[in-house]
């Protein structure tokens, strides 16, 4: 099992990332603020109006590290990242199985079941942290309503007849469905600082509020490195099979975060909220109405988010122990061993 590396978070505005041999540089206004050596980096992510040296990017492209540009709040712009890797068979299949519609349902059934049961367990959760709360009702019904989604989702794929919909098309209406009542749900599950984080529902372009800013970026540092995990093991992260093709968007990548959404940024955002490890006076809103964070909460949450992945998890399918920042990786595997065909069907992570 690859070992877990660290990723390099760059946030200072006019920062300039230069290569000294085989170590990076982290400069601002001409100091060097930070010295690392190549071999314990998995990727960089600059924010803002950060550079890097073409020597840098050289040494980067040769080293298998991704470099990301994301605005300041955490919207990808663009990456950097070294020659395509892989066996290309394993990503003609991969284009083969996105082409065929059925097969293509047959994956994102699996991947949206593991969303819905994860977003289960969390509501679950809240339940055994709080059973005596006002929201329990409203949260053990929520946990019944998934249950039966997913029932339905378990059920025999119809086919498409008679002007019914495909099988793909009733994945994403039950995704939607699990959706409606998970985040209908979402603000029982904040119990500290009420009147600086609420949630009414979910806004993304842009974040409406406080809870949904914080939400936005976390969920963009997951699909980083899942897009980078997709690349390790030599599969292409645009071409997804529940999220069709797009120009620029990562469709494969946003299929395999779907399972982490729930476990590994949800429950982080509630954990910094709750325990009021971030502020509310660490947003501002714009004339437009955007929520954004301010540097200092910016950088609370990336720590948070590196610690968090520095935790242990046993993992339900491989029945090992490993770090959770490693997750990405593993189901990456995973979904190249099914389309091998070393699998006869993907295996989704379910939190336990």
Not at 10 to 31: F, I, K, P
Not at 219 to 234: K, N, P, R
Not at 308 to 323: A, G, Y
């Amino acid at each position: 099992m690859r070992r877990l590396l660290n990723t390099l978070y760059v946030t200072s505005q006019g920062a300039y990332l230069a290569r000294e041999g085989e170590t990076v540089l982290v400069r601002v206004d001409h100091e060097t603020k930070l010295r690392l050596p190549i071999h314990t980096l998995d990727g960089i992510v600059c924010f803002g109006q950060v550079s890097c040296s073409p020597p840098l990017m050289q040494l980067c492209g040769q080293r298998n590290v991704t470099i990301s540009f994301l605005s300041e709040n955490g919207r990808f712009w663009a990456r950097i990242q070294g020659p395509v890797s892989g066996n290309v068979l394993l990503r003609r299949e991969q284009y083969r199985r996105a082409d065929d519609l059925d097969r293509s349902a047959e994956i994102a059934r699996s991947i949206v079941l593991a969303k819905i049961a994860n977003s289960r367990n969390v509501l679950m959760r809240a339940v055994r942290d709080r059973p005596e709360s006002d929201h329990t009702p409203a949260l053990e019904g929520g946990v019944r309503q998934l249950a039966n989604i997913m029932g339905d989702l378990r059920l025999p794929a119809r086919q498409a007849s008679a002007g019914g919909p495909a099988p793909l098309d009733l994945v994403r209406g039950r995704e939607g469905e699990a959706a409606k009542v998970y985040f209908g749900l979402f603000d029982h599950l904040i119990s500290g600082q009420k009147e600086a984080f609420f949630f009414n529902e979910r806004s993304r372009r842009p974040p409406l509020d406080n809870m949904n800013a914080l939400l936005s970026f976390l969920y963009t540092l997951v699909v980083h490195d899942v897009s980078s995990a997709l690349e390790t093991v030599g599969l292409d992260p645009a071409v997804g099979f529940l999220h069709r093709d797009r120009p620029g968007r990562p469709g494969l990548a946003l299929d395999l975060m779907e399972e982490f959404r729930p476990y590994l940024a949800d429950r982080l955002a509630l954990s910094l909220v709750n325990r009021q490890q971030i502020k509310g006076k660490g947003f501002t809103r714009t004339e437009t109405g955007a929520v954004l964070m301010d540097d200092q909460t910016r950088k609370e949450v990336l720590v948070s988010y590196q610690k968090r992945k520095q935790e242990e998890i046993r993992h339900p399918f491989l029945d090992e122990t490993i770090q959770l920042g490693l997750l990405p990786l593993v189901q990456a595997m995973l979904m190249a061993r099914h389309l091998r065909g070393d699998l006869d069907g993907y295996p989704p992570f379910i939190w336990k």
